[in-house]
């Protein structure tokens, strides 16, 4: 039977969602704040509102009528997610896990004192004062951040006395919905970061691809890969927390669960409960089902019978460099000359600094040389310019 899906946030992995619940024969409406967001453009229905306004997310989802909600972003009233619940509508992956992951606060102390996982060292402040406090207590160099924000949003690092005023004023500027208190955290002398797409099923065990090596700039992702080599025994702890993490938070769906591995091992830093940004290597063929698929199929209640690695890949993200509207794409056919390339134009109709507006990918048989496959990704992404009025 055909579901109804309201997907709340359409960006670039809303869209590729979006385009997998599609091919398996359901109607999608999806909502914004503006028109004409990425995942819009292959919708069925579109909405515009602020979504964190309770009343306007009431009215459309009583409008509409959903079988199930999927929330892409934070800045969405997540309360509302358990009379949702309540009405007989699915949330995705549960109206806990979206209230609990949207705000950075309640998933690390969910990890950190409830669950017992091994974070870095952290505190809370709601003022320029109280930020002053917690970076002396948590020490130099930290990392400063919204409770809720995505993409690096309103993220730095503070190194010095110095920093503490900008760190503050950026966060404020950065940060999604109306929350003004960031966490601070110590900075973790991390050698990897990787994501751990995990995969919870209604009716199944729950899944694991092979880690997604990543490295960041601004707090947002520039290039992923995978599979990431790490050691056994670092992937069974990292499968092993990320089951109880999600256990705890219940539900289907996809997440991204990401950590740190340091010379003195491995530390829980965050969770998506949706595709992850770092996962859109998934894209370049790399699985038998990309992150969206594998999404799309728990959502829906699918067999997922397995997940099977075919080949190695890298991303590399496209960035918009100034202010403007109409973006053009300069050197698309340069950066996709080479077998086993590829690009994802995600088609946001305004451009600003660092704004992420493609993807490059580029692929190649297991056991490659993935420093190269990298930089092979990186050298397309560099051929192609945004250019907008």
Known sequence: MSKKIMLLGSGELGKEFVIAVKRLGHYVIAVDSYNNAPAQQVADEREVIDMLDGTALDTIVARHKPDIIVPEIEAIRTERFYDYEKEGIQVVPSARAANFTMNRKAIRDLASMELGLRTAQYRYASTHQELQAAVREVGFPCVVKPLMSSSGKGQSTVKSEEDIEKAWNYSQSGKRGDIAEVIVESFVKFHTEITLLTVTQKNGTTLFCLPIGHRQERGDYQESWQPCRISEAHLKEAQEIADKVTRSLTGAGIW??????????????????????????????????????????????????????????????????????????????????????????????????????????????????????????????????????
């Open 256 to 389: 991204g669960v990401e950590f740190f591995l340091a010379d003195d091992g491995l530390y829980f830093s965050e969770l998506s409960p949706r595709p992850h940004d770092t996962g859109m290597v998934t894209l370049a063929g790399t699985q038998n089902l990309s992150e969206f698929e594998l999404h799309a199929r728990a959502v829906l209640g699918l067999p997922i019978p397995e997940i099977t690695l075919l080949q190695a890949g890298a991303s590399a993200v496209v960035l918009a460099q100034s202010v403007g509207t109409n973006p053009q794409y300069i050197g698309v056919d340069e950066a996709v000359k080479e077998p086993r390339t590829d690009i994802r134009i995600f088609g946001k109709p305004t451009t600003r600094p660092y704004r992420r507006m493609a993807v490059t990918l580029a692929s190649d048989q297991l056991g490659c040389d993935i420093e190269a496959l990298k930089e092979k990704a990186i050298g397309n992404a560099a051929k192609v310019k945004v250019i907008s009025e």
